[in-house]
């Protein structure tokens, strides 16, 4: 049988597993409703750091391939990407994971 000290405490040691943090894709859909310039200013105004040039480009591709990732990344902030560009009125897909 053991015995402890008056005073001491057990130490638990921690397990060290490490989880990756959940990424997300956000894809915005081709649609008929939304003009390239609206889905430009969109991404512009959401996404962080979207240049003019990357915003026309993703535009393209969207009316193209019917379909464009345009960020990917947390899933928090890609959640939060995800519900602005809808709300802005753009046809979105549902957030994939990374």
């Given at each position: 049988m053991t015995s402890s000290s008056p005073g001491s405490s057990a130490v638990l040691e921690r397990q060290g597993t490490t989880q990756r943090y959940p990424q997300a894709r956000v894809i915005v859909l081709d649609d008929d409703v939304n003009t390239f310039q609206?889905?430009?200013?969109?991404?512009?105004?959401?996404?962080?750091?979207?240049?003019?040039?990357?915003?026309?480009?993703?535009?393209?591709?969207?009316?193209?391939?019917?379909?464009?990732?345009?960020?990917?990344?947390p899933l928090e902030q890609a959640e939060l990407y995800h519900q602005q560009l809808q709300s802005e009125g753009l046809t979105m897909a549902p957030l994939e994971r990374c």
């Open positions: 609206h889905v430009v200013d969109c991404l512009r105004k959401i996404i962080p750091g979207m240049s003019e040039d990357n915003a026309w480009n993703l535009a393209n591709r969207i009316d193209g391939h019917g379909a464009a990732e345009v960020w990917c990344g």
